[in-house]
């Protein structure tokens, strides 16, 4: 099995709410990664999650949290969002060590 | 040095035909070079991949070559079909689990 599972599909916020993003994967993967995709544009890699450790943040704005509660989950908190936020987050997950990423089908964001 | 240069930017080409998108980069710590296929609404699906201790990999359809003293590697993609129309991304990555993308190219085949 080599899914990688995002919940919510879509979400619209306002620029005041707070949301967040889940994504599992059941393959005992140990690094999660996640990525901000605009239309047209290749994913940015956003956060990496390694052993359940944050390893890799590049420069994100506060506004976007990241968490990883087990092997398994990768949450992404969002508070105080701007509409240039507004993307395709994608979740995907590889071994550590190991090139080979799979990709969940993301979560649309729209803020307004 | 993260950058990875990608062309073309689109590709056109008719059913049957071989279409060839060519990546370069220059960060000589990237360990693995990734192909993936992004249909609309979906996301990116790991195509091939090559080391570069390695010249050529075939997989199906798909050959990837590798240059490393050019620092250059390609996507070759056989006998294509109106299915392969998708947007392809080459990647790499270093040993920090730091993936790079470039910027896409957009395939259409024509039937």
């Known amino acids: 099995d080599t899914e990688v599972t995002q919940t919510p599909k879509h979400l619209v916020m306002g620029m005041t709410n707070k949301k967040s993003l889940k994504c599992e994967q059941h393959?005992?993967?140990?690094?999660m990664y996640w990525y901000k995709q605009k239309a047209k544009k290749p994913p940015e890699l956003m956060f990496v999650y390694s052993y359940e450790k944050l390893s890799i943040n590049e420069s994100v704005p506060s506004r976007f949290s990241p968490e990883c509660p087990n092997s398994s989950l990768l949450n992404l908190h969002l508070h105080a969002l701007q509409p240039e936020d507004s993307a395709l987050y994608l979740c995907a997950s590889s071994q550590v060590g190991v090139g080979e990423q799979y990709f969940g089908p993301g979560t649309r964001l729209t803020v307004t | 040095q993260q950058q990875v240069k990608q062309s073309p930017q689109s590709l056109i080409v008719q059913k049957g035909g071989i279409p060839i998108i060519n990546c370069a980069y220059e960060n000589t710590a990237f360990d693995y070079f990734p192909w993936y296929q992004q249909f609309p609404g979906k996301g990116p699906a790991l195509l091939i991949a090559i080391r570069p201790d390695v010249s050529e990999k075939k997989e199906g359809r798909f050959t990837i070559s590798f240059n490393k003293s050019a620092k250059q590697f390609s996507l070759h993609i056989m006998d294509s079909q109106p299915g392969d129309s998708a947007t392809y991304f080459c990647a790499a990555k270093n040993y920090g689990q730091n993936f790079v993308f470039g910027p896409g190219t957009r395939l259409s085949v024509l039937p």
């Open positions: 393959m005992g993967h140990r690094a």
